[in-house]
């Protein structure tokens, strides 16, 4: 009886190995050839990376429009009359951008270095002096002005440098309709203030936001509410999806 147990237990064993091995012979195809990432240079920290589009990098306000009153000095540009856009044009895109408050804090509640990034030129993502300065929520500084304020308020101190990381998805419109709204995504100084949240439209101050059809790709915009916030370090990367190309129908096989 003992024997016969032992013989049971080892042969139960060869089973169970020959499992495992079955089971790591057995390989998942999903049928996609997918195309190469290509190789790219990150560059410096903080960029920017080799195939960015450079806006400012501290030395001439030449790739924008409407720059006549923002002045460079000292690596980064200052604010002045006038709202200005990008000439370069970008849909689905990762902005870097570094700004500054104005030193010493002037103003309170909307009227502290307020400023904004405004994708596609109709999309804002508020810039302001939120430290220790109360505002309507989806007011302050990274919110998605009047739709959504930041996850968290990570702003640093006045006149303290602080980093804006944007991954934007464009709208799409067909035959004059809205299919899919625009997401962004935004860390500021290296943290998510906005989750891959979907906009409910533009961002005006006056009335709801809608959405208007408009092309693929608009300017970036830096607006100017009358405090001279500071700006450096501007790039905007293009996001292009990988190529693919279905092959087969994903299937399991026998190595
Ligand atoms: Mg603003």
New binding site residues.
Partial sequence: MKRRIVSLAAAGLVLAAWCVSALQAEEYLSGIQWARPQVLDPGPPGGPPADAVVLFDGTDMSKWKGAEQWKVQDGYVIAGEGQIESKDVFGDCQVHLEWASAVPAEGSGQGRS???VFLMGRY?V???DSYDNETYFDGQCGAI?KQRPPLVNVCRPPGEWQTYDIIWKAPRFEDGKLVSPAFITVLQNGVVIQNHFALEGDTPYHRPPAYEPHGDTGPITL?Y?GNPVRFRNIWVREIKELGQERVHEPKIVQQ
């Fill in positions: 307020n400023s904004g804002e508020q810039v302001l002005y607006q509410h």
